[in-house]
């Protein structure tokens, strides 16, 4: 009886408990009711008005944060990153979104989104009464509201705290605006395209090609759910994202969910660019805010260079090769069409640009050497030179120059020293034309980093002993294909044109490109069959600098002109590596490239240049018919005792200053007098007395004082004359 009573009495409690609670609801409703009312028809009446932006206009003012290069055809060729303040890529259209990820977005944050009109009111409600019995907020807002805060920086709450009244009831004002004025699908897809996914990836395509590495449409269930469970919370821990992916996830993929998500959020992210093939040139044009940018480069040839210099490098890189580049010009128009400036092999160098960093010339600059002698017609194609041991005194020491496989082959023609790229014939040159007269005519090519004085470089540069770039090396290349006329390369369709100038003399330019594709007359260092040999016309140079740190081969055609540049960017020297076996493979395989539907023409000969047939004494060279400027051409057979050198004293030289050594006999100080060439003979003049005839080598007992002391010919003209002081 007692049990029964206190149940019955509970009942009643409960009873009257439920029916104050449902007068207490009732009164509220009564009294709320009225401002709901209110709120609703507010809400409602706005929502014929104009959202912040048509769907249209959203799209278009949408903004990646990678610019891209166009090639010359229009061609995406390179993405560059100039934003650094997000990372958004191309706008997704909903229909290329996996079905997955669209589904596990709106499981996520609004199931209901097709069905409500832009406020859930069954969440927002449910919410509300919730927040007012529990510590743990909840929030409500729709897709559609999430929206418009995105679009309405308004909207957005303030300093991170909670919008305030007026603010959600702005946004849902706003909501049902666009709901109104949006499709669902727009409002769906403008929404995957902005909203934040994780730390700086910001829309599907970047949290899905970021984290996943894939585009969007190949999300599957559990990428889309991960991703989706980083949206209310981008910045959450992994264990947060994962228990949330997880709570949506059916149970038997809750493990693998878990794990994905540790091994994606918890790395750094990559995005792979759609693009990658001409980073140093996007990096030159891309600037000051631009977001595209159209070049002279042609794609295809692009990424040919780009995957031939990556072979190379790497056949090489047993012989401490890891770095190449690569330039090619049209000769006509100064069009860049490709533009390697990296192998990309060495992740150290990975941003070096190795065409407009300077390093040493190697042979590359003996053409130059040569027109200018032609040029000056101090020497002909058939000039003897002589190759043999070379001793030059210099204010800092003796220059002793040796050729690249220490083998002297004494008297050769200029044809012969330049193509087969002779060292010591090469630096006679230079003693005929005078260290200034080259250094000038270099820097009137462009060498810009060839800017001390003449003496500072000494004989040595005719050797290459001189810092260039290979964007320079190319241009001065190219003004030889040109017939000496030189003007600027160009990246970009600026329609202006570069004014041409004449810097080299066209008819020892011709003379030149004739030597320089003479495959008969390389074979005397090079072999017959070599990688400079092409099946049509071209002219080409190989270089390599000393100590094997960089190897060159530069070449053109009568449409082209390609350098290549193999070596190390750390300065490393490479072993056993030649310009046959190092860059020239490469040059080659881009001049076949560029030739490969058509040949190229040898140049027509310019007028004040004509032909003849000559012979050698003691038949050193074959006879064969030669070029020459009109007027030098021999009368006769070319002798090889007429071996051309500038007549100069070698030693002593300038402002010597000789000491004598009192505790040593006089007879024992005798200074030795040098001139070359030594083939010649001269009469020795010291103070204006003649002191000995056709001696190369006089030994002379040195006087206190200041000496002068001249060379003559059988005419009495001084040819050359030095001071030295004896003390």
């Not at 330049?418 to 060498?447: C, H, K, W, Y």
């Not at 003007?487 to 044109?497: E, I, Q, T």
């Amino acid at each position: 009886m007692q049990k029964w009573w206190f149940t019955h009495n509970n009942r009643s409690i409960r009873r009257k408990s439920t029916i104050k609670m449902r007068i207490v609801l009732a009164a509220l409703v009564l009294i709320i009711a009225p401002g709901l009312l209110w709120v609703l028809i507010d809400i409602y009446r706005s929502a014929n008005g104009r959202p912040c932006a048509s769907f249209e206009e959203i799209k278009q003012k949408y903004a990646v944060s990678d610019a891209a290069l166009l090639d010359r055809n229009g061609e995406v060729i390179h993405t560059l990153r100039v934003d650094v303040h997000g990372r958004r890529l191309d706008w997704t259209d909903l229909g290329q979104v996996s079905p997955s990820m669209v589904r596990a977005t709106l499981r996520v944050e609004d199931k209901r989104f097709y069905s409500h009109g832009g406020i859930d009111w069954l969440a927002l409600v449910s919410a509300t009464f919730s927040n007012l019995t529990h510590k743990n907020l909840r929030g409500a807002s729709t897709i559609t509201m999430q929206l418009t805060s995105i679009l309405d920086r308004k909207l957005r709450p303030r300093n991170g705290s909670r919008r305030g009244i007026l603010q959600k009831w702005n946004q849902l004002k706003a909501a049902v605006s666009l709901d109104n004025h949006w499709t669902k699908d727009q409002i769906l897809e403008a929404y995957l395209n902005l909203i934040t996914y994780r730390g700086e990836l910001s829309g599907i395509c970047a949290a899905s090609r970021g984290l996943f590495n894939k585009e969007p449409s190949g999300l599957d269930e559990a990428e889309s759910l991960i991703l989706a469970s980083l949206i209310t919370s981008p910045n959450a821990s992994v264990e947060e994202v994962a228990k949330r992916a997880c709570r949506f996830a059916s149970p038997v993929s809750r493990n693998s969910i878990r794990d994905m998500a540790y091994k994606t959020l918890g790395r750094t992210y990559h995005i792979r660019r759609d693009a990658s093939i001409a980073p140093h040139v996007a990096r030159l044009l891309l600037t000051n805010g631009k977001k595209e940018s159209k070049c002279t480069l042609d794609g295809n040839l692009q990424r040919y260079v780009h995957a031939s210099l990556n072979e190379a490098v790497r056949f090489l890189e047993n012989q401490n090769v890891s770095d190449g580049t690569a330039l090619v010009v049209e000769n006509k128009t100064g069009d860049i069409l490709a533009y390697v400036g990296n192998s990309g092999t060495s992740p150290t160098t990975l941003y070096v640009d190795g065409i407009t960093a300077y390093r040493q010339a190697g042979s590359t600059l003996k053409p130059f050497l040569y027109e200018l002698a032609l040029e000056k017609k101090l020497l002909t194609p058939s000039s003897i030179l002589e190759d043999s041991p070379l001793e030059i005194v210099t204010p800092t020491g003796l220059y002793v120059p040796h050729n690249y496989d220490n083998i002297f082959r004494g008297p050769v023609s200029v044809r012969t020293a330049l193509s087969s790229s002779m060292n010591i014939p090469a630096v006679r040159v230079l003693g005929l034309v005078g260290v200034t007269d080259f250094v000038e005519r270099l820097q009137e090519l462009g060498f810009k980093g060839i800017s001390q004085a003449p003496e500072f470089y000494g004989y040595s540069i005719a050797l290459g002993s001189a810092d260039i770039t290979l964007y320079e090396l190319v241009n001065a290349y190219r003004t030889l294909a040109n017939n000496g006329r030189f003007s600027n390369m160009r990246l970009v369709f600026d329609g202006n044109r570069h004014h041409a100038q004449n810097i080299l003399d066209k008819k020892a330019t011709f003379l030149i490109s004739h030597i320089l594709s003479d495959r008969q007359a390389r074979s005397t260092t090079f072999g017959l069959e070599n990688h400079l040999s092409t099946r049509f016309w071209t002219a080409v140079k190989t270089g390599t600098s000393k100590d094997m740190r960089d190897n060159w081969c530069v070449g053109y055609s009568d449409r082209y002109t390609v350098g290549v540049w193999i070596g190390n960017f750390s300065g490393e020297p490479m072993r056993n590596v030649t310009g046959i076996t190092g860059a020239a493979p490469v040059w080659l395989g881009i001049m076949n490239y560029l030739h490969r539907g058509f040949a190229s023409k040898p140049p027509q000969p310019p007028g004040g240049v004509q032909s003849a047939q000559l012979t050698f004494e003691d038949s050193i060279e074959p006879p064969r018919t030669e070029w020459f400027i009109a007027g030098t051409e021999p009368a006769g057979m070319v002798l090889v005792n007429r071996v051309h050198a500038k007549p100069r004293i070698t030693y002593p030289t300038q402002e010597t200053l000789i000491a004598i050594d009192p505790e040593i006999p006089q007879d024992l100080q005798r200074v030795p007098f040098r001139f070359e060439p030594q083939s010649r003979r001269f009469t020795w003049t010291l103070n204006k007395e003649k002191i000995g005839t056709n001696d190369s080598v006089y030994l002379w007992t040195p006087k206190l004082g200041v000496h002068k002391l001249a060379i003559t010919d059988e005419n009495g003209h001084i040819l050359d004359s030095v001071t030295f002081l004896v003390r």
